[in-house]
């Protein structure tokens, strides 16, 4: 079992949608979450981070985390043309300060 | 402008010939890392340090060498490159160890033929 899982899709959404991107990791020690946007041979940038269970709202994202379950997804609301790349999570895995440990994305694409 | 920089960001090169990737950043971050990023694999990290003089293994380490005697830079080594090590290379720095966001640099895209 990989310790950050994600669907590498794509996932095709229409403009105005709401996007629902899935990640779930092993190891219950866990303790931060992230979300990065990668765009095509460009590097990661953080969107989102969240460090307790429920909801995290920013702009047209939300975080929901849920560590019984050790999932977390990112809502992507009204989705544009934009917001289409690849979306990392990443999880500092059994709480160790130093090592972050990321998925291997999901594309998502944004269709007019 | 807050930024990690990394050079070169492209190289073409043959097995066994040493090369060097330089990363350095402006922030006064203690943390950098480096990470290399395959298709279908995902982002894994190759070496880390917590502060000048401390490097740790990351996830695959094998045939990279790295160096921390400034703050602000952390060069990636590579002692004699094979065609394995094909990949695009991220530099990436953050504040302090420990649930920071990562600022991560430009990349460089490496083969080794």
């Known amino acids: 079992q990989k310790e950050v899982e994600q669907n590498s899709g794509p996932l095709s959404v229409p403009e105005g949608a709401i996007a629902s991107l899935n990640c779930t990791y092993s190891?219950?020690?866990?303790?931060?979450f992230f979300w990065y946007r990668q765009y095509s041979g460009k590097s990661p940038e953080l969107i989102m981070f969240?460090?307790?269970?429920g909801d995290k709202e920013d702009g047209r994202f939300t975080a929901q985390l849920n560590k019984a379950s050790q999932y977390v997804s990112l809502l992507i609301r009204d989705s544009q043309p934009s917001d289409s790349a690849t979306y990392l999570c990443?999880?500092?895995?059994?709480?160790?300060?130093?090592?972050?440990?990321f998925g291997t994305g999901t594309r998502l694409q944004v269709t007019l | 402008e807050a930024q990690v920089t990394q050079n070169p960001r492209y190289l073409i090169t043959v097995t066994g010939k040493k090369l060097t990737v330089t990363c350095s950043q402006n922030m006064n971050h203690e943390y950098m890392s480096w990470y290399r990023q395959d298709p279908g694999l995902g982002l894994r990290q190759i070496y880390y340090?917590?502060?000048?003089?401390?490097?740790d293994k990351g996830d695959v380490p094998e045939g990279y060498k790295v160096s921390r005697k400034e703050k602000r830079n952390f060069p990636l080594i590579l002692e004699s490159p094979s065609p394995n090590q094909t990949s695009l290379y991220f530099c990436?720095?953050?504040?302090?160890?420990?649930?920071?966001?990562?600022?991560f640099g430009p990349g460089t895209r490496l083969t080794v033929t």
């Open positions: 990436a720095s953050s504040l302090l160890v420990g649930s920071y966001e990562q600022y």
């Open positions: 990443a999880v500092n895995i059994g709480g160790t300060a130093s090592k972050l440990t």
């Open positions: 340090s917590m502060n000048v003089e401390v490097t």
């Open positions: 969240i460090y307790s269970n």
């Open positions: 190891d219950r020690g866990s303790q931060s």
